[in-house]
């Protein structure tokens, strides 16, 4: 499985991003996603999951109402549309595929496969 993350770059306060995530090598409509994120020095974090149909959505409360998850199974690609960008929110962003049956959709432990992450930085 390889999951390929993109679309992250420099932006100022307030302003947004997308994150995609391109997977190969696994049948993508069967298996939740989700992106995490880990910023210098802290702790890998849990940003947001949505299931293998896409009906369902979970989002940190951090990024609640600000960010929003979305999947394109005909192309084998998640999304992760970031708006009113803040600093708190840099970070190196990865996607991650999550087996059904593993457990809660908030821990990292419970995702099997990574992409290499793409780097957010948001300016005040």
């Known amino acids: 499985v390889q999951l390929q993350a993109s679309g992250g770059g420099l932006v100022q306060t307030g302003g947004s991003l997308r994150l995609s995530c391109a997977a190969s090598?696994?049948?993508?409509?069967?298996?939740?996603m989700g992106w995490f994120r880990q910023a210098p020095g802290k702790e890998r974090e849990f940003v947001a999951a949505?299931?293998?149909?896409?009906?369902?959505?979970y989002y940190a409360d951090s990024v609640k109402g600000r960010f929003t998850i979305s999947r394109d199974n005909a192309k084998n690609t998640m999304y992760l549309q970031m708006n009113s960008l803040k600093p708190e929110d840099t970070a190196v962003y990865y996607c991650?595929?999550?087996?059904?049956?593993?457990?809660?959709?908030?821990?990292?432990?419970?995702?099997?496969?990574w992409g290499q992450g793409t780097d957010v930085t948001v300016s005040s």
């Open positions: 991650a595929t999550r087996p059904n049956g593993s457990g809660s959709y908030y821990y990292a432990k419970n995702y099997d496969y």
């Open positions: 090598g696994r049948t993508f409509s069967s298996y939740a």
């Open positions: 949505i299931s293998w149909s896409g009906v369902s959505t």
